[in-house]
Structure formats: C-alpha cells, structure tokens
C-alpha cells in the first residue's frame, strides 16, 4: 500500500488551488490609517522585559507600535476584545486568509462567532526581507508559542518564562483573574519579528535568527477596543533555542498613539460577522 502508483508524477503534478481567494476581502483604508498615523501622538509606552510579558489596551481608532528597542527580540503577542475575551485573535483563520506571514495592509482577525478585523498592520520595517532561499519569512502565524507543556514533554522541564506562561501571568495582572482563571483565555500568537518557515524535506517549522534591529517595528491600528499581551520570548532573537536562560533576551517596547481628534472622519468600526449562526436548523 506504500508503493508510489504508476500515475504518481501526474499526482503530484496537479496544480494547487488557493483555499480561500481573498479578492472579496473587506480592504482597509491604508490611506486613511497613514495619514492618521502620521499626525498621532504617544500617549502611553509599556515595556515588556526579557523573558516577561506586559499588558496595554488601546482604544478603537488608536494604534499601537511594538519596537525592538536594545538588540534583536521576538515578542509573541496576544490580543482580546478588551470588554469581551470570548473574542480574540485567530491565527488558524488569519494564516489561511493571508498567509503563512504578515506585512503591512493585512490584518489579525478573531475568533468565531466574530470573525472581524482586530487590528491592520499599518507599518512593518521587516517588509524588505520577503520570502528567503530557504523559505523563511518574519512575523508568523504558523507557529504556536513556547510553553512549559511542550518543555516538560520533550526534556521533562518546569520552565516558567516560556512565552505561554508570560502571557498568563500578563493577563491575570490586566484582568485581576487567577492562573487558573486566565489560561484558558491564552491562544495562538502572532510571532512578531521572528523569523520562520517549513523544511521542504520534512515540513517541520523551523526558526532562524531574526533579522530585526533596534528602532525596527510594526504598527498596527486597532479596528476594535483591544486588550493585548506581549512576552519578550526568552529565545532572544530565536536563533538557536528558545524556553530557556541561556539565550541572549532584550525588551521589547509597546507604544500607544492616539490620532488627532477627526483623523477618522467617516471611518467606522467593523462589525461582527454576519453569518446568522442558524447552523442549518
């Protein structure tokens, strides 16, 4: 039953079929938002330390900025409707509507029932590095996130500065929730500045020194009120490993910028999806 059929070349020949063409995408007003951007100001800036997370909420109609401040980090980022956490980011979603990688004018989208823009990528200093020879690209949505689950399974470790346990901590200081409380509500991230892909040979992800540098960043405006969670990964620039102490690990920074008053002149809030939940009954 392993044996390759006599057609398998015209098998593997077959050409691929894009799952979810996304022409009909609802698109954002990039312009809008760039001029928006450009005349906003700084109202709040958090930090999250190495090998720790931090928390901001940003307004709607607000972005927020996550900068490399001191050397290369990767940061794994959370986000939540900040009056409902049953709405949160989708990766599964997000990669399958716009790829396994995002750059600027592509969005995080939420959760079902939801499924609505949370936040649109504004500004990507990372934009220049595309796709490398060996299939790598910066801020993915195909991994997870380091977590002491997966440590103790593999090595038997009880590592805590994982970015799954940062994220925790984060949300349960930003919501006054226990532990116990506030794990369920941690998900998949969006893997900022690093650096990833799928071997061809064996398609398992891999990570390779990211090629952010202090003062790079992304910006992104917030479609709706938002909670977000940052852990600075203790992998530092993922080049070699991450979950552990050895890894050279900088803070990533988190700004708050608020445009001035009329920026948005006839922009709305997206609305939840319109799908009547009906379910065929």
Known sequence: MTQAPADAEARRAVAPVICYPNETLPVPDMALYTQALEGAEVIETVLAAPREACSFRVCTGQFFRITSVEGPQVGDLNLWNADDLSERFYSGKTRALHGTHLTTGERMWSAFP????????????????????????????????????????????????????????????????????????????????????????????????????????????????????????????????????????????????????????????????????????
């Open 114 to 281: 939801h499924l609505r823009p949370m936040a649109t990528i504004v500004e990507d200093t990372l934009g220049w590095y595309g796709i490398d020879p060996y299939g790598g690209s910066v801020h993915d949505v195909i991994g997870t996130r380091c977590d002491p689950y997966t440590g103790n399974l593999l090595s038997g470790s009880q590592y805590h500065h994982c970015c799954h346990s940062n994220l925790i901590r984060a949300l349960a200081d930003a919501t006054g929730m226990s532990l116990a409380e506030a794990e369920p509500h941690v998900h998949d991230v969006l893997n900022v500045f690093m650096c990833t892909g799928f071997t061809r040979d064996t398609g398992q992800y891999f990570m390779k020194a990211s090629p952010v540098r202090p003062g790079d960043h992304l910006t992104f405006f917030a479609e709706i009120d938002l909670l977000g969670a940052l852990s600075a990964c203790p992998g530092g620039d993922c080049s070699s490993e991450h979950s552990s102490d050895s890894a050279a690990c900088h803070p990533l920074q988190v700004e708050i910028l608020a445009p001035r008053e009329g920026a948005l002149e006839g922009w709305q809030a997206p609305a939840r999806n319109g799908y009547d939940r009906s379910h065929g009954r």
